[in-house]
């Protein structure tokens, strides 16, 4: 196993057994969720790493359990994105850099978007920004990875279910080598 591996199975073995937000999965299966169903959407690689690891940094901050419960907004997707972009390239980590952007795209892009978020998403919103403004939304379709961010955000959303199975954290590891950046 490569030390990146360890690094990944430590950070996510410790850390998360803590719940995702107010929803009843916990951080680990999220991570597998999202994984699962971006390999089920036949994914690249870099996408199926990503979804997997989008709330990494969610995982690595030092804000404690549940900031956003005191009203702080932890910028998981920044420091998350930083974090994979020492290891991997950019169509793993820009995809999770947007994951959040793309939540207040998606909001003011489609007008039942907002209705279909989880009581999380809608609590952490405000925090971040509220839905973009014209202006915003027309920067963030520019993007390379916007499409690739709107999809993870897809995966994301669709992450939390109770009694979903998955495969387990060492089965979508054997992407990363494939994305290792070079
Ligand atoms: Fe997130
Ligand atoms: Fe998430």
Redesign the pocket.
């Known amino acids: 196993m490569t030390d990146l591996h360890q690094e990944l199975l430590r950070v996510y073995a410790g850390r998360a057994t803590r719940r995702y937000g107010l929803s009843a999965v916990s951080q680990l299966q999220h991570a597998l969720q999202a994984a699962a169903l971006a390999e089920a959407a036949g994914e690249p690689p870099a996408l199926i790493l990503a979804a997997l690891l ?2 990494v940094g ?1 995982m690595i901050h030092e804000f404690g359990e549940d900031p956003a419960a005191r009203g702080i907004d932890d910028r ?2 920044e420091i998350g994105a930083d974090w994979l972009a020492r290891h991997f390239g950019p169509a793993v980590a820009e995809p999770v850099r947007l ?2 952007p793309a939540k207040r795209y998606l909001c003011a892009a489609e007008s039942d978007y907002f209705a279909k978020l989880s009581p999380d998403s809608v609590r952490s919103l405000a925090l971040q920004g509220g839905p973009m403004s014209a202006e915003e939304v027309a920067t963030f379709d520019r993007d390379p990875y916007a499409e690739a961010a709107k999809r993870l955000r897809r995966y ?1 959303e669709g992450a939390k279910d109770p009694t979903a199975t998955t495969p387990d954290f060492e089965h979508f590891l054997s992407y990363a080598d494939a994305c290792v950046r070079t």
């Open positions: 989008h709330d969610h998981h997707e994951h959040v994301d």
